[in-house]
């Protein structure tokens, strides 16, 4: 699977955006999805993740409550919709696919993964 994720831009703090990560090679209805990020001198962490069927997701707690992934697998496409962004948001923003049964939010639980598209919160 490739896995191509675009979106990303400067904005202001309180902004909202959306990632878009396009799949190519194979259907993506077969993954957990996931999106994580990564700030600069930071390891990457975990955003959140969408299962298969699209109707559980579970995200991590600095994100919890203005972050929302959906995905839509006829369309090989999985969304990352952000709100009240925040400073501490600003980083590359990779989406990513697991064969896993229920997702992880470890990176290593993810075996394909976008090239990643930079988002810039100005305060």
């Known amino acids: 699977v490739q896995l191509q994720a675009c979106g990303g831009g400067l904005v202001q703090a309180g902004d909202s955006l959306r990632l878009s990560c396009a799949a190519s090679g194979r259907t993506i209805r077969n993954y957990v999805m996931g999106w994580f990020r990564q700030a600069p001198g930071k390891e990457r962490e975990f955003v959140g993740r969408i299962n298969r069927g699209g109707d559980n997701t579970g995200y991590a707690d600095s994100v919890k409550g203005r972050f929302t992934i959906s995905r839509d697998n006829a369309k090989n496409t999985v969304y990352l919709q952000m709100n009240s962004l925040k400073p501490e948001d600003t980083a590359i923003y990779y989406c990513?696919?697991?064969?896993?049964?229920?997702?992880?939010?470890?990176?290593?639980?993810?075996?394909?993964w976008g090239q990643g598209t930079l988002v810039t919160v100005s305060s």
């Open positions: 990513a696919a697991s064969n896993g049964a229920l997702g992880s939010s470890n990176p290593s639980a993810y075996i394909y």
